[in-house]
T-cell receptor, first 114, second 111 residues
Framework: DQQVKQNSPSLSVQEGRISILNCDYT??????FLWYKKYPAEGPTFLIS?????DKNEDGRFTVFLNKSAKHLSLHIVPSQPGDSAVYFC?????????????FGQGTTLQVKP | DADVTQTPRNRITKTGKRIMLECSQT?????MYWYRQDPGLGLRLIYY???????NKGEISDGYSVSRQAQAKFSLSLESAIPNQTALYFC??????????FGDGTRLSIL
């Protein structure tokens, strides 16, 4: 039972264009969402997050959009750079439950071509 | 120096062997976690601990055990390793916030 799904295993974009990574979830109790970035031979690193009380959060080139009615979030990277090539994981938390647990999606491998 | 350090980084062993993966942190966080990553499945939670006296099972705890020796140390053991435990293992920590901080992982292969 995959509560957080990233249905696109991979994405390839040209440098300078927009990258859009998508994530769907099924549990309406999730109230906090995070994106992590992972390079080979390294652990995931936190990128950006959004609370369920918001529909958008922006940090530099990275913006996360949340559509609660559709149980869908997306990460936009504009403009994309070759250094953005990595695996991106979305994760969800029932923050109000204070368990600290994160549920991760399967990951999407982004390749940004020079 | 890394805030979350995992040892060993790579390990190859045989079926039936006992294996311990270690994790130490200098972030001063109370909460520590163990995950495994498999291709196409993302990261799945094995065990987590909110303090030295607290141990909780995660999504896939069968075949694993943990020990929280101190606030800074959280080890994962495979009592009798089997090939389907071949995976990439990550330790993570968190403070009062939701975001977790990960080590660089241990690649474990069981033959």
């Amino acid at each position: 039972d995959q509560q957080v799904k990233q249905n696109s295993p991979s994405l390839s974009v040209q440098e300078g264009r927009i990258s859009i990574l998508n994530c769907d979830y099924t549990n309406s109790m999730f109230d906090y969402f995070l994106w992590y970035k992972k390079y080979p031979a390294e652990g995931p690193t936190f990128l950006i997050s959004i609370s369920s009380i918001k529909d958008k959060n922006e940090d530099g080139r990275f913006t996360v959009f949340l559509n609660k009615s559709a149980k869908h979030l997306s990460l936009h990277i504009v403009p994309s750079q070759p250094g953005d090539s990595a695996v991106y994981f979305c994760a969800a938390s029932g923050r109000s439950s204070n368990t600290g647990k994160l549920i991760f999606g399967q990951g999407t491998t982004l390749q940004v071509k020079p | 120096d890394a805030d979350v350090t995992q040892t060993p980084r790579n390990r190859i062993t045989k079926t039936g062997k006992r294996i311990m993966l270690e994790c130490s942190q200098t972030k001063g966080h109370d909460r520590m976690y163990w995950y495994r990553q498999d291709p196409g499945l993302g990261l799945r939670l094995i065990y987590y601990s909110f303090d030295v006296k607290d141990i909780n099972k995660g999504e896939i705890s069968d075949g694993y055990s943990v020990s929280r020796q101190a606030q800074a140390k959280f080890s994962l053991s495979l009592e009798s390793a089997i090939p389907n435990q071949t995976a990439l293992y990550f330790c993570a920590t968190s403070g009062t916030g939701v975001s977790q901080h990960f080590g660089d992982g241990t690649r474990l292969s069981i033959l």
